[in-house]
């Protein structure tokens, strides 16, 4: 049975899954609970996780590797003041999530609340942002390599530079159930998917590769809007654009962001100084900046849990609250920040429904979910011929920020030369190099194309990874350092 986190009633048989999953009641969590309290706290919590992963990679038309991986476990969390206690099992035994819970439970000093009596139903969202689909994990192994076969063959037929091709397909699913002292018991099954490309072109001795992939929080039905061929036929134009690229101009120069997955960008730059725990700290370059100024009066940066079958959406947090869509930057005003229960509490906010971790075995941080700024006045047209010579920036690999000061650098994997308005010469790996608030203030243009990456982007933190989106209308900088190697 396959328990939809939407579910607003669970039934019988819910509450059975999850007993089965993980062999507890409300009885056994209860005793959890107040063993984790038993020295004090504010607040305790049980994260339940069991997780199954599955890849196969094709590569130069053989299956290289397949891989198929299951891990369970509980977390257990004691919250005192702004202090925590944390523990984890991977064994259900009854005693090793006592001990779990007794090591946690260090952390208190005396005082403190009793848990309260559990809700002894699992609830779920009021609905689900998931795939109803089959999941890509129940599928049969066959069925996925002839969808990697297909890839192959169209990146293969797309240019007769095409040398290497490798594809792979990934699936997830992870069954949580979020058991908290304040008497609250929250469980979710959530899927995941990617599907990814590399293809190489070589001419002569120049060797050219590019990788793109999608996917997001659905099963099979993902191949029927975004088929294998066109993947590979992707990652095969961009790996030929390569061949007849320039260097990139160096300096200071206008940057126009396509729409889609530039909002990596905005997700780097910008969104990891809006999650509140830097800000508690006062590492942020936006702590103490709330109704202030932050940005061009162009830019809205939302970050919405509840899109639906996107990478980064969620039907509840890890803390076990409802996912929201929230306002982070106005007309670009600071309006909000990203929490955790401990960052709420201590902003005396509510929760945003960004409680994340990695898995069982990590700590609750706050994350972001998917980050987006929402479209403006202009057209993508408008935007491109206001620029007499600039940059034009379509895909990245990725990028690093020092969150205390906004200071980024981020290497594209397709871009070109704007010149008198048009687009032209596609352009080398080139790095974009900046202030993600200065960046905000010089947004000069903001288009109506409005558009979300497909599902392929992972956010790193503190050593613990994450399923993310990110979105972007097409944007122009101003002014932004492109560190190319050509002046001018």
């Excluded at 559990?118 to 779920?124: K, Q, V, Y």
């Excluded at 037929?157 to 397909?169: H, K, L, Q």
Aim: some cysteine.
């Amino acid at each position: 049975m396959r328990y939809d986190g939407g579910m607003s009633d669970p039934s019988d048989e819910a509450r059975r899954f999850f007993a089965e999953r993980y062999g507890v009641d409300s009885a056994r969590i209860s005793e959890l609970l107040a063993t984790a309290l038993a020295r004090g706290g504010d607040f305790a919590e049980l994260f339940f996780e069991h997780r199954t992963n599955g890849a196969i990679t094709l590569d130069d038309q053989r299956v290289k590797s397949a891989t198929r991986s299951v891990e369970q476990g509980v977390g257990v969390r004691v919250v005192r003041g702004e202090s925590i206690g944390y523990a984890y099992t991977e064994s259900l035994d009854a005693a090793a999530m006592r001990r779990a819970a007794e090591t946690a439970s260090r952390i208190g000093a005396g005082g403190g609340e009793p848990p309260r009596a559990l809700d002894a139903t699992p609830a779920g969202a009021a609905e689900s942002r998931y795939g109803e689909e089959a999941l890509l994990g129940d599928a049969p192994a066959a069925a996925k390599v002839a969808l990697l076969e297909r890839a192959d063959r169209a990146a293969r037929a797309f240019d007769p530079s095409i040398a290497r091709v490798e594809a792979s397909v990934a699936d997830e699913r992870k069954v949580v159930l979020v058991a908290r002292s304040d008497g609250q018991l929250r469980g979710d099954d959530q899927p995941l998917m990617r599907f990814n490309v590399m293809a190489l072109s070589q001419r002569g001795e120049s060797r050219q590769t590019a990788r793109t992939g999608g996917g997001g929080r659905l099963g099979m039905e993902y191949f029927e809007r975004v088929p294998p061929e066109e993947t590979a036929r992707e990652a095969a134009r961009q790996a030929v654009l390569l061949q007849d690229a320039v260097e990139a101009p160096a300096g200071e120069v206008p940057v126009v962001l396509a729409a889609g997955d530039s909002g990596i960008l905005l997700h780097e730059a910008i969104g990891h100084g809006l999650e509140a725990d830097f800000n508690r700290k006062g590492t942020s370059n936006y702590t103490g900046r709330l109704g202030q100024p932050v940005a061009s009066e162009l830019v809205t940066v939302i970050d919405d849990a509840t899109i639906a079958r996107s990478r980064g959406s969620i039907n509840v947090d890890d803390e076990g609250n409802p996912a929201r869509r929230n306002t982070l930057i106005a007309g670009g005003v600071l309006r909000g920040y990203l929490h955790d229960e401990i960052s709420a509490r201590h902003f005396g906010a509510p929760p945003t429904g960004s409680g994340r971790r990695q898995s069982f075995k990590h700590p609750i941080m706050p994350r972001m979910t998917n980050t987006l700024m929402l479209p403006g006045p202009s057209t993508p047209d408008e935007v491109i011929g206001s620029v007499e010579r600039g940059v034009y920036c379509t895909a990245f690999s990725g990028g690093q920020v020092n969150i205390s000061n906004g200071d980024f650098v981020f290497s594209t994997t397709e871009a070109y030369l704007i010149e008198g308005g048009r687009i032209t010469a596609p352009l080398r790996t080139t790095n974009l190099i900046g202030n993600g608030p200065d960046a905000l203030s010089k947004v000069s243009m903001v288009a109506n194309d409005y558009a979300l990456s497909d599902g392929r982007w992972t956010c790193g933190k503190e050593g613990q990874s994450v399923p993310v989106g990110v979105g972007l209308p097409t944007v122009l900088v101003s002014a932004m350092t492109v560190g190319g190697t050509r002046l001018g």
